[in-house]
């Protein structure tokens, strides 16, 4: 069974950082790209960043929205990736789901596993 958790999410003032991990069981991650989405309340959920397959390289790939200020990494030992997110804003505040894909997508729908999600809330 496929398990993905996420944690690290809470409460930040503008401007600061958080590091969100996601622990995965069932699956080995260097095997698949890797990818955070967030979904804000009355929005859709959007891709936030990914990090492929380790035989394809490692490529990272971020939205426009993110870029210079989140950084995707994985821990292929632990079975673990990240989110480390800087400079965080009012307009980061969603709720950050990770997931795994056979491919190298930014679409949701093509992501077979997902986490339950944790709550990233910005303060002014």
């Known amino acids: 069974q496929v398990q993905l958790v996420e944690s690290g999410g809470g409460l930040v003032q503008a401007g600061g950082s958080l590091r969100l991990t996601c622990a995965a069981s069932?699956?080995?991650?260097?095997?698949?790209?890797m990818a955070w989405f967030r979904q804000a309340p009355g929005k859709e959920r959007e891709f936030v960043a990914s990090?492929?397959?380790?035989?394809?390289?490692?490529?990272?790939r971020y939205a426009d929205s993110v870029k210079g200020r989140f950084t995707i990494s994985r821990d292929n030992a632990k079975n673990t990736f990240y989110l480390q997110m800087n400079s965080l804003g009012s307009e980061d505040t969603a709720t950050y789901y990770c997931?795994?894909?056979?491919?190298?997508?930014?679409?949701?729908?093509?992501?077979?596993?997902w986490g339950q999600g944790t709550q990233v809330t910005v303060s002014l």
């Open positions: 990090i492929s397959r380790s035989r394809s390289g490692g490529v990272t």
């Open positions: 069932g699956i080995t991650i260097s095997e698949y790209t």
């Open positions: 997931a795994a894909d056979d491919y190298y997508s930014t679409s949701q729908y093509s992501y077979d596993y």
